[in-house]
């Protein structure tokens, strides 16, 4: 029996998992004729359950709860053909095609899993990526992240602690500071003013009792996208009250907010780091698998490591070039669209066929602006230039956008269904988690 490894359930990871999973398992044919499986399929995640990235953000401010919306691994391979194990990569064996998972241990240090080794005959890393800090002092040490869910967590509980002690009048005012103008810290800094708003409607605290800087070192917000969309992003922003810095780079991060590198304090009690992302200082040391200066692995035109053709890679840690020369931008529609190049070209290789190159298609970009807008452009490459869309269309158009993501994983009957539960959900629980 052939054996498929994925490392990392992120949105490219896990949709090949099911694609898989369901083709070599749970196949009618396959079930009239009572066959064997051709093919295992294993997914490993350091995670028992899955958020989709882009809705981080909404995790962060609890306008979305990880325990509602989340998804089982387990309990999603077994319905869909494949198995999962909990670790996390720390050595790949290239020569008799194995990696090593590190040991599970629980918050208490316990041992609950030792290190264990899953053979392979083809491996996909699909380990996505993390906030790159550029070597600036402090980030690591005085800075929160977005880059998973339990760091989305732990962000979600030092806000309700700000907000007890403003409710408790401890504090007057919370200053919060997010470096990073693209969509994560444009949609965190929307996203923190409506939890401001909501606590106001639960509580005493007032509109404004949180006060937000946005700080982008390009010129502009949102700089990967046309420029109108980052000027009206600007504008929405400083209509809701927060401070908009461009053209302004971080020196130090400290205890107490950052450094300009022209020397200005910016004060904060909360500073978020959401300027850029790199894959995993790990991937550069996989037994020689070749990597760029962004630690991501370097791949061919099918998405097989240029260095072992047994290893695929895909999502943020895939470094691949287009046919115009350019970087692949790490989006999520980018990570879904490799998983079918990887899912087509492992099938040629088990069952015959020709590979087929992997050709991103951009479908545009979309940028919440809290619940009921987004700004962002459609159809990409697609249409001559981009179809620019802005307020409650695109607000629809955003929400659409996890819909599809559903679907992919579940099919659409079930996925409208799951939307329509957690939309119900919504409606009767309060719209902001304050637990």
Request: with cysteine.
């Amino acid at each position: 029996m052939i054996k498929i490894v994925i490392v990392g359930g992120g949105a490219g990871g896990l949709k090949l998992a099911t694609r898989l999973g369901k083709h070599f398992n749970l196949s009618p044919v396959l079930k009239r004729q009572k066959k064997e499986p051709q093919a295992q399929v294993t997914l490993v995640d350091k995670n028992r359950t899955h958020i989709w990235k882009p809705l981080l953000h909404q995790v962060a401010t609890g306008a979305l709860n990880s325990g509602l919306d989340a998804l089982e691994y387990q309990v999603h391979g077994r319905a869909n053909g494949f198995q999962f194990e909990l670790g996390s990569l720390s050595r790949l064996d290239r020569k008799n095609q194995r990696i090593e998972l590190a040991e599970v241990r629980n918050r208490s240090g316990n041992l609950l899993v030792p290190e264990r080794t899953l053979e392979y005959d083809y491996l996909v890393v699909a380990l996505g990526s993390e906030s790159n800090d550029f070597n600036i002092p402090g980030i690591r040490e005085y800075c929160q992240f977005l880059d998973s869910s339990a760091q989305a967590q732990n962000f979600h509980q030092h806000l309700l602690d700000k907000f007890l002690q403003l409710e408790t009048k401890v504090k007057d005012k919370v200053q919060i500071a997010i470096v990073g103008g693209g969509a994560t810290g444009v949609e965190l800094a929307a996203e923190l003013v409506d939890a401001n708003r909501q606590m106001g409607y639960y509580g005493h605290i007032a509109n404004g009792a949180i006060e937000l800087t946005l700080i982008e070192a390009s010129k502009r917000l949102l700089p990967v996208l046309p420029s109108r969309l980052g000027t009206n992003a600007e504008r929405e922003l400083s209509r809701l009250g927060v401070r908009v810095l461009t053209n302004c780079q971080i020196g130090k991060a400290t205890d107490n907010g950052f450094i300009t590198t022209t020397g200005e304090t910016i004060t904060a009690s909360i500073r978020v780091w959401a300027a850029g992302i790199k894959a995993s200082k790990l991937l550069c040391q996989l037994d020689g698998l070749e990597t760029n200066k962004l630690n991501q692995i370097t791949v061919q035109n099918t998405l097989q490591s240029k260095t072992d053709p047994r290893i695929f890679a895909l999502g943020d840690c895939a470094g691949c070039i287009d046919r115009a020369g350019n970087r692949v931008p790490p989006r999520a529609q980018a990570a879904q669209q490799m998983a079918e190049t990887v899912y087509h070209n492992l099938m040629a290789l088990i069952e015959g066929g020709e590979q087929q190159e992997y050709l991103y298609r951009d479908r545009g970009s979309l940028v919440s602006l809290s619940h009921s807008a987004a700004v962002g452009s459609l159809m990409g490459s697609l249409v001559k230039g981009s179809l620019i869309i802005e307020g409650r269309f695109a607000g629809f158009a955003y929400r659409s956008l996890y819909r599809m993501h559903l679907a992919a994983l579940h099919g659409w009957p079930k996925a409208t269904l799951l939307y329509l539960i957690g939309n119900a959900n919504r409606f009767v629980k309060p719209r902001l988690k304050l637990h």
